[in-house]
Nanobody, 124 residues
Framework: QVQLVESGGGLVQAGGSLRLSCAAS????????MGWFRQAPGKEREFVAA????????SYADSVKGRFAISRDNTKNTVYLQMNSLKPEDTAVYYC?????????????????WGQGTQVTVSS
């Protein structure tokens, strides 16, 4: 059973930065892609960023390109999301996602495992 534990969320002012971490266990971390999604109140869960098994390929939602960066450390079984120049519209619960694929996955319906989520609140 794959387990994902997120950390690093919190309250930050607009223009600030946060780094989310997701520690994975239960399977060989380096074999699979990882990703981050978010869900704001009253909205559907949406794709934020994804990274392939090796870290050599990434994908981003248009709304976060140039501001967010996803990375992974396969020696620590951890994936990160560095979030810079945060905006109030980035406020949401952020979920770590682990698909059963080696390539980045952007559709929530194709994600097999989810973390419990971590709240990010950006004040104006």
């Amino acid at each position: 059973q794959v387990q994902l534990v997120e950390s690093g969320g919190g309250l930050v002012q607009a223009g600030g930065s946060l780094r989310l971490s997701c520690a994975a266990s239960g399977r060989t971390f380096s074999f699979y892609a990882m990703g981050w999604f978010r869900q704001a109140p009253g909205k559907e869960r949406e794709f934020v960023a994804a990274i392939n098994w090796s870290g050599g390929s990434t994908s981003y939602a248009d709304s976060v390109k140039g501001r967010f960066a996803i990375s992974r450390d396969n020696t620590k079984n951890t994936v990160y999301l560095q979030m810079n120049s945060l905006k109030p519209e980035d406020t949401a619960v952020y979920y770590c996602a682990a698909p059963n694929r080696r390539r980045p996955v952007i559709a929530p319906t194709e994600i097999e495992y989810w973390g419990q989520g971590t709240q990010v609140t950006v004040s104006s």
